[in-house]
């Protein structure tokens, strides 16, 4: 009898789901080409590459919604069979809330693991094809310039040098607290730090100021510095168009090529916490699955004598105050006032004591 149980509730709520999964990407879709079109025909950007643009967009789409479509698919499928008062017929069976949450809670596991995959294997992906149309194709000779101020940038060039920028200035082609590394067999062989970068056209050189220059022998250990104050030009070895051409955003890498470039410039003594942030955030935001789902089923099962209107607005609260936690944690842990780990989790960890709460609440 439970086995059936199982597979009636699971088959209510992944139909549910798939139907919400469709009715998100389709209105993702729609925003987004509406927002865009203007730009696409402004540079006159070809079908093929629009059609291109949108699959490598999909899988973002498709991350961005899976939560919403899962809180959704919680709270009316549960709310029907509360609806239909088969959920009394249960609790008269000795049938608690917890035994009717395990195939539910289980499907959140799942789907966690599901969203962890896609996000690093995917989503990074295919951000990473979309912003290259993006620069290549949308943003050139458009009336929409690229965004003036980029942030926390890192890139590489020729395969042994490591730039990071905290931010960037495209329109003055100024930035600021630069950090490059020239790294040898796997040894630092040159790290050049300066609190301000300024492109010189004339010269095509780079003015820095407030800069340090150290220089390691084959062993690792400085044998040369180099400290000044006053503008002075460099050649840096790369040039303004490299930055918002080659910088490559936390959105376009996936989990393991973060952990392999934070490795690499922690070993060199480069400040990482950010990057380290939007690591954490990438395990973390997969298993925004799983809590919606705790948080859902006890929003079903407190009102039982409600509609399926009172579930589905107290999901709206949950899935935006989960985002808004998100967000305040991100920002706390950019600043360093929590650690990258506790920064990235704060929104699961209050979010899954709520859930625990509304359960113990609604046990019978």
Not at 8 to 20: A, D, E, G, P, V
Not at 278 to 287: P, V
Request: glycine fraction near 6%; hydrophobic fraction near 45%.
């Amino acid at each position: 009898m439970l086995k059936k149980l199982d597979l009636y509730i699971l088959s209510q709520f992944f139909i549910i789901l798939l139907l919400s999964i469709i009715g998100f990407l389709s209105i993702f879709l729609v925003v987004d080409l509406i927002e865009n079109l203007d730009r696409f025909m402004d540079n006159n950007v070809p079908k093929n590459i629009i059609l291109e643009y949108y699959v490598y967009s999909l899988p973002y789409f498709l991350s961005i919604g899976l939560p919403m479509s899962i809180l959704i698919s919680t709270v009316v499928s549960l709310g029907n069979i509360v609806k239909q008062n088969e959920w009394t017929a249960m609790k008269a069976s000795g049938i608690s809330i917890y035994r009717v949450a395990i195939p539910l809670v289980l499907s959140g596991l799942l789907l966690s693991g599901f969203s962890f995959l896609l996000d690093n294997k995917l989503v990074s992906h295919g951000n990473e094809k979309r912003f290259d149309i993006d620069r290549d194709y949308v943003k050139r000779k458009s009336r929409h310039k690229i965004k003036n101020t980029l942030k926390n940038l890192i890139f590489q060039k020729n395969l042994k040098t490591h730039i990071s920028l905290t931010k960037y200035s495209v329109q003055k082609e100024k930035g600021y607290d630069l950090t490059l590394v020239d790294l040898g067999h796997e040894l630092i062989t040159k790290r050049i730090d300066a609190k301000q970068i300024k492109w010189k056209n004339k010269e095509e050189k780079w003015s820095i100021n407030n800069y340090s220059i150290r220089f390691f022998d084959q062993e690792g250990r400085e044998k040369k510095v180099s400290i000044g104050k006053q503008d002075t030009l460099i050649d840096l070895g790369f040039f303004p168009k490299d930055i918002y051409q080659q910088a490559r955003k936390p959105d376009e890498l996936d989990f393991f090529a973060l952990t392999d470039i934070i490795k690499k410039l922690k070993r060199n003594g480069v400040e990482t916490i950010k990057w380290e942030v939007t690591r954490y955030l990438k395990i973390s935001f997969a298993f925004t699955n799983l809590i919606v789902v705790l948080c859902g089923i006890p929003l079903v099962i407190i009102r039982e004598k409600g509609e399926i209107s009172f579930g589905a607005g107290a999901s709206i609260f949950v899935i935006f105050g989960y985002y808004a936690f998100i967000k305040f944690g991100q920002s706390l842990g950019f600043k360093g006032i929590l650690s990258p780990i506790i920064s990235a989790w704060i929104g699961n960890i209050i979010f899954l004591l709520i859930g625990i709460g509304l359960f113990l609440k609604s046990r019978t």
